[in-house]
């Protein structure tokens, strides 16, 4: 992601925050509409949600009694945006495992461990925001976090009944063995998240348009 894509997200979910009437979606949709312009692995993930928090921090801070009410609207925004990324992961997963020719196991467990850490991924970028924010906004960023981590988040609760389904299907004709024996550091990588960006960019725009 480029300096500028990142000052850019940065500076509209500042603006999100202090303008918007419906916070949560905008912020949903800010992230989705992000993604579908790189490729969908965890560092443009975490990259992109690290400038949506720490642009909606800035913005926050001039909210003052509404701080928290703001904060709350952009954590469960962020939540439910990657909650359809987990979708779309499962929508690649099983394209790329009915084509042999081109992913290997590796690349599909791979597939499957990052989706498994789509939430600690979330849980680690909100933290790292979380430290750095000033006061009140750091105080109730933490509380946040230190929320979603006691009664879980949708996006866990969404990748947490993916896997399930997908081990279940992959376990059908003998592939999730394979799979789990892999080795990780031989996955491409690079081109799994080709495919899963491309099903995003397809499919983003009804995404974003949801309610």
Known sequence: MTTTATQNIQETARETVIQSDDIQKDIRQLVIQALKEGELDPEAIKQTLHSVLEGASEGSNSQFDKNTEALEQVVTGIDAALGQVAEVSKLAIEEASGNL???????????????????????????????????????????????????????????????????????????????QAADIAKAAGISFARISSGIFAGIADSLADKK
Not at 150 to 161: L, R, Y
Request: charged residues 30%; proline residues 0%.
């Open 101 to 179: 020719q081109d992913f290997s196991d590796h690349d599909l467990k791979r597939a499957l461990n990052d989706l498994q850490d789509l939430e600690s991924l979330f849980f680690d970028t909100l933290s790292e925001v979380a430290h750095k924010g000033k006061d009140k906004t750091g105080e109730t960023l933490v509380g946040l976090l230190e929320h979603l981590q006691n009664s879980g988040s949708s996006v866990g609760e969404s990748a947490t009944k993916i896997l399930t389904d997908l081990h279940h299907d992959l376990s059908k004709n003998g592939r999730l063995e394979k799979i």
